[in-house]
C-alpha cells in the first residue's frame, strides 16, 4: 500500500482547506485511515480517522465540529475538509493505513502500518 498526501498550503485564521490522500494498492473494508499532524518540535499527534467502509469515524478533541473525513471507495482517496482552521493547525499532515481489523480506530502512531508523504498546512493569524 502507498499513500500520497496532498493538499496542504497558506490560508488564514478562520479559512478552510482540503487534504486529500490517494490510496494505490490492495485495500480491505476493516482498514483503518488516519490523519496525523506534525507541528515544529513535537512529536506525531492524531487528528483524525475513518474506517475504509466508512462505518465509524474518530477525530481529536481540538479538531472535532471544524474537521471532517472522508473516503472515495472509487477514487481509492480519503479526505479531510478543514474549516475554521487556526494558528495552531499549522503542521505537516501524514496519511496513514492500520491494516489489521480492530474494533476501534487506533489513535497511536505506533498502530498505523503504512505511512504516505507529508503535506504542510500553515494558517497565518
Known amino acids: 500500500v502507498q499513500l500520497q498526501a496532498s493538499g496542504g498550503g497558506l490560508v488564514r485564521t478562520g479559512g478552510s482547506l482540503s487534504l486529500s490522500c490517494s490510496v494505490s494498492?490492495?485495500?480491505?473494508?476493516?482498514?483503518?485511515m488516519g490523519w496525523f499532524r506534525q507541528a515544529p518540535g513535537t512529536e506525531r499527534e492524531f487528528v483524525s480517522a475513518i474506517r475504509w467502509s466508512g462505518s465509524s469515524t474518530e477525530y481529536a478533541d481540538s479538531v472535532k465540529g471544524r474537521f471532517a473525513i472522508s473516503r472515495d471507495n472509487a477514487k481509492n482517496t480519503v479526505s479531510l475538509q478543514m474549516n475554521s482552521l487556526k494558528p495552531e493547525d499549522t503542521a505537516v499532515y501524514y496519511c496513514?493505513?492500520?491494516?489489521?481489523?480492530?474494533?476501534?480506530?487506533?489513535?497511536?502512531?505506533?498502530?498505523?502500518?503504512?505511512w504516505g508523504r507529508g503535506t504542510l498546512v500553515t494558517v497565518s493569524s
Open positions: 494498492g490492495r485495500t480491505f473494508y476493516y482498514y483503518v
Open positions: 496513514a493505513v492500520h491494516k489489521y481489523y480492530s474494533s476501534n480506530l487506533p489513535r497511536l502512531t505506533t498502530a498505523y502500518d503504512y
